[in-house]
């Protein structure tokens, strides 16, 4: 039986082949120049569904509006 990961694979050219792509392939990645991405505070506060950003805390115009966000009177519904 030839199969991955079988004995017979793994002593196989093919499979020596292989481990030196995968060799050269991280060499290669890992020369490459890394992109850094900061992120700014975050909060996890109720008032948002999603973690966000503190700008985001602008947007409450009332001490009401610092409950959940399924909770607040949404104008656009109609009840």
Not at 32 to 45: A, D, L, T
Request: proline share 5%; net charge positive; aromatic share 10%.
């Amino acid at each position: 039986m030839y199969g991955l990961g079988t004995r017979s694979y793994n002593r196989s050219t093919e499979a020596r082949q292989n481990k030196k792509a995968q060799k050269e392939a991280t060499v290669k990645y890992l020369k490459q120049p890394r992109r850094e991405v900061v992120v700014g505070p975050i909060c996890k506060c109720l008032s948002f569904n999603l973690p966000h950003g503190l700008e985001r805390h602008k947007e409450l115009r009332s001490e009401h509006d610092w409950s959940r966000q399924e909770s607040r009177y949404n104008p656009g519904w109609c009840y």
